[in-house]
Structure formats: structure tokens, C-alpha cells
């Protein structure tokens, strides 16, 4: 007999597709996606499940269903379709959601296999950040709030379930910003404004993953037996300015001072969720020693953070964009350099 997986997250666009392709893989035998309303698109073979994994009937779930291995993807840094309510319930969802998952696989026997699709936001970013971040290294300034601490209570409830299930192989993939034609994320809506802001000063260093490499981690860490954690991300790096130089968008340096204002005034115009870790990566960027995810897990992306980025540019129409999104843009960018500081200039 194959294996029998079950997905969370399948109503967002990666864990929909992630379950369709694992429906198609050698070896496994059925496919459970679970989320708290259906997903927009095909889900292939695997079978929709409505359920909410803050609430203790998923338990019931894995039980009835005798899951072997569980693949959590439902944890996000923005409120998906499936959480509505903000900040709140997204925070809701990525530590409750997962504390309760984790209980619920605890008192599952048959669970042998859990994959935990983490984030490389659980490094932080800051100006006393390593050159590369290995897997044993962390934050250098602990997050206080958002995404980045989600996640770092995420992966502390996670290797406390692996201490008291030794029985089941635990794999945490810490995946770089994911980039592609068909993603929609906090990352793809910066580089998606129609003026590009950046900090006066910086030229942080970036590292992306492609979104079908991401399907295909996740596919791989499923599918064998290696447990660990891994940073995931494609081949290289490449700056800030290259990145804005190859969408052909123009760029607007901002003063240090006016930075925080313009995040808050992009969230309001909702063309683009620009929250403060996000500002603090585009100030000081990130970069992943993926050592470990060759040598020990067994990957190799099929895309470089230069080939993932390129792809994704490809899907741009350079230069139209709607006049509701101009005004939105040039709005925060006015708002930005007046609530920062008035007349000062960096």
C-alpha cells in the first residue's frame, strides 16, 4: 500500500497545486487536502476535506482517514481566502492551527511522516545579520511580533512534538521568497507597484525560490525518509537594484525616516501588503547556505534565484497599470514623505 497524505492549506494557491501533484506521484495512495472553504481550481486526485485545524475534529480526521503523513502548508504571512480577519487570524491559524495539528498527530498511531513547510523569515533581517544564514544559526534580533514570530513559535512547537513522537520522521523546510508567474504573495505585490520603493542607501542581497521547486521540495521531503531542517532556495543571489533593473519598473529611494510610513500607507491602499519585517528585508536582505538541502536532503532546484526571478518578470506588462493603482501608489509615496519627517530629506 501507498502512502496516505494529508494537506493543509489547500485552499491557497501553493497547497492546492502541491496536492494535485503529490495525487499524481508514484507511491501514494490517496490525498486528503483540508482547509475551511474549497479551493479555486483543480485539485487532481486528492479529496477536499472541509476542516479547520484549530479545531480538535481534526483529530478525527487523521484518525478516520488512517493519514501516514502529514504536510502543513497552511502556515502564511498574509491572511489567506480561508482566514478572514486580519493579522488576528492569521496568527490564529499559523500557531493555534499548528499547535492543534500537532496534537492531533501526536494521538494519531499511524502517522509516521510530518513535513512542515516553515519560512526563512524565522532568521530575521538585520545589519548584524552573517553573510549566510545556516540552519543552526538564528535571528540575531528576535521578532516581537508578525509573521517572523509565528514561525519561530511554529518550528518551537514543532521540534517539541518531534521530541515526544521520535516514532515519526520530522522534516522543516525554511523556503526562501517563492517567485513565479502564478504566485500571489507579499513579495510578488512589492515588485508588482508601479513605482518600486527602496531604502535610501541599501541594496539588500535577495534569494528566491521558484514556485515549482517549491511543489517539489515539498513533493521530495514527503516522499522519503530524511528528517531535519533545511534551508531551501534557488542557486545565487541577486540585489535589489538588479532585481527592479530587470521588471523594468522605476524606483523611488526613500530616507530611513519615511520608510515605516509608506509601509503603513501601502497597506491601506491594499495594492501590496508591506508589513515591517518585510521593510527590514528589503533594508538588509537575506541570504541561505543551502549546503545541507543537496548533501543531506537530497534537492537540487531546477531554477536559480536569478532564473526564478526571471520568470517571474516574464509574466510583468511593463508600464500599464490601472489609474486606480497610479493614484494608490503616488499617494503612499506623498504620505510616506510627509508623515516621515516633513522637509527632511535623507
Do not use: W
Not at 513535513?115 to 545556516?134: H, L, Q
Request: aromatic share 6%; charged share 20%; hydrophobic share 45%.
Amino acid at each position: 500500500m501507498g502512502q496516505v497524505v494529508l494537506v493543509t492549506g489547500v485552499a491557497g494557491n501553493l497547497g492546492r497545486r502541491f496536492a494535485a501533484q503529490l495525487s499524481r506521484s508514484p507511491g501514494i495512495e490517496r490525498v486528503i487536502g483540508i482547509d475551511m472553504v474549497p479551493p479555486r481550481g483543480d485539485l487532481g486526485d486528492a479529496h477536499f476535506v472541509r476542516a479547520d485545524i484549530r479545531n480538535p475534529v481534526i483529530a478525527k480526521v487523521i484518525v478516520r482517514e488512517r493519514v501516514d503523513t502529514v504536510v502543513h502548508t497552511s502556515v502564511g504571512a498574509t491572511a489567506a481566502a480561508a482566514a478572514p480577519g486580519g493579522s488576528t487570524s492569521m496568527k490564529e491559524l499559523n500557531v493555534i492551527g499548528t499547535m492543534q495539528l500537532l496534537a492531533a498527530c501526536q494521538q494519531a498511531p499511524d502517522v509516521r511522516k510530518l513535513v512542515v513547510k516553515s519560512s526563512a523569515a524565522v532568521y530575521g533581517a538585520s545589519n548584524r545579520d552573517p553573510a549566510m544564514f545556516t540552519e543552526g544559526m538564528s535571528a540575531k534580533r528576535l521578532p516581537g511580533s508578525g509573521f517572523a514570530k509565528d514561525i519561530t513559535e511554529v518550528e518551537s512547537y514543532t521540534r517539541g512534538f518531534a521530541r515526544r513522537r521520535p516514532d515519526v520522521a520530522v522534516t522543516m523546510l525554511r523556503i526562501a521568497n517563492v517567485v513565479g508567474p502564478r504566485i500571489t504573495s507579499a513579495m510578488t505585490g512589492y515588485f508588482r507597484l508601479p513605482v518600486i520603493p527602496t531604502v535610501l542607501g541599501f541594496n539588500p542581497r535577495l534569494m528566491f525560490l521558484h514556485e515549482q521547486d517549491a511543489l517539489d521540495v515539498l513533493e521530495h521531503a514527503a516522499t522519503s525518509d530524511v528528517t531535519g531542517t533545511f534551508n531551501i532556495a534557488g542557486d545565487g543571489i541577486i540585489t535589489l537594484s538588479q532585481a527592479i533593473r530587470r521588471i523594468g519598473r522605476p524606483s523611488l529611494p526613500l530616507p530611513g525616516f519615511a520608510v515605516p510610513s509608506f509601509g503603513s500607507a501601502i497597506r491601506q491602499t491594499r495594492v501590496a501588503d508591506f508589513s515591517p519585517e518585510q521593510v527590514a528585508y528589503l533594508t538588509y536582505g537575506r541570504a541561505l547556505d543551502t549546503t545541507r538541502m543537496r548533501t543531506m536532503l537530497g534537492f537540487e532546484p531546477s531554477f536559480t534565484t536569478a532564473q526564478a526571478f526571471a520568470d517571474f518578470a516574464s509574466a510583468l506588462t511593463p508600464g500599464l497599470f490601472s489609474r486606480d493603482r497610479v493614484r494608490g501608489a503616488e499617494s503612499a509615496l506623498v504620505g510616506a514623505l510627509t508623515a516621515g519627517g516633513g522637509e527632511r530629506r535623507g
